[in-house]
């Protein structure tokens, strides 16, 4: 199982880290030992200061394929999820500029938080999904794939031009704005359209 990851796929997350709006979605990936293991928390690791959630919705493949169609790509995924990217902020800004790789900063253990997923028809019009995530109580994030630069379908088409997409794989789409910082105790709890879908603690 693969993680692939979209980075700047919301025009206004983009404004928020001063990037460049890109011409083609930014890809990286996670490996399977940075998910965090069912009802377990997000340990902060030790060398990083500055610990970022970005919430996402989440895709899961169910089908193997390879250029992948956009007008076929509903039938790689029937489940939607959504979960969390956390990013080492100091970190990757510190690799961004020097032109290195990222997978330090995005790929490290406990760095893919995968809530749970639900079946795609549940939830109605997909390119008008509302999704949020709460630090303690408090509204941080919310977006809508309606605001997403490339959707699902085409993202599927991207990535499968470079990565043959197994069962099982799963595609985080992209953050809105809010992104921000986490600290020893905090509680994340998301959401999409209003139905809960993870809650973790910060460690
Ligand atoms: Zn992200």
């Known amino acids: 199982m693969k993680i692939i990851c979209v ?4 025009a ?3 404004k928020e880290l001063d990037n460049n709006r890109p011409e083609q979605p930014v890809l990286f990936m996670k490996p399977d030992s940075a998910v965090i293991l069912k009802n377990n928390p997000i340990i902060i690791p030790t060398f990083s200061s500055d610990i970022h959630y970005e919430v996402e919705l989440l895709v899961k493949i169910n089908k193997i394929g390879k250029h992948i169609d956009r007008n076929f790509a509903p039938d790689y995924y029937s489940e939607i999820g959504l979960g969390i990217d956390f990013t ?3 970190l990757q800004t510190e690799l961004k500029t020097k032109g ?10 406990g760095s893919a938080m995968i809530g749970q997923f639900v079946d795609k028809k549940t939830l ?3 390119e008008a999904l509302d999704f949020s995530m709460q630090k303690n109580g408090q509204t941080v994030q919310r977006g809508n794939t309606q605001d997403m630069l490339w959707k699902i379908d ?6 499968s031009k470079y990565f043959t997409l197994k069962i099982g794989d799963i595609i985080f789409t992209g953050t809105p ?6 600290s020893h ?13 993870f809650s973790l603690k910060v460690k």
Request: net charge negative; no cysteine.
């Open 177 to 182: 704005s809010g992104v921000g910082p986490v």
């Open 185 to 197: 105790g905090d509680h994340l709890v998301g959401f999409v359209n209003n139905q809960e879908f």
């Open 100 to 109: 290195l790789p990222w997978e330090r900063a995005k790929a490290f253990d």
């Open 7 to 10: 980075g700047r796929n919301y």
């Open 154 to 159: 085409e993202l599927i088409e991207y990535i």
């Open 124 to 126: 109605g019009n997909l």
């Open 12 to 14: 206004d997350h983009i």
């Open 88 to 90: 080492a902020r100091d």
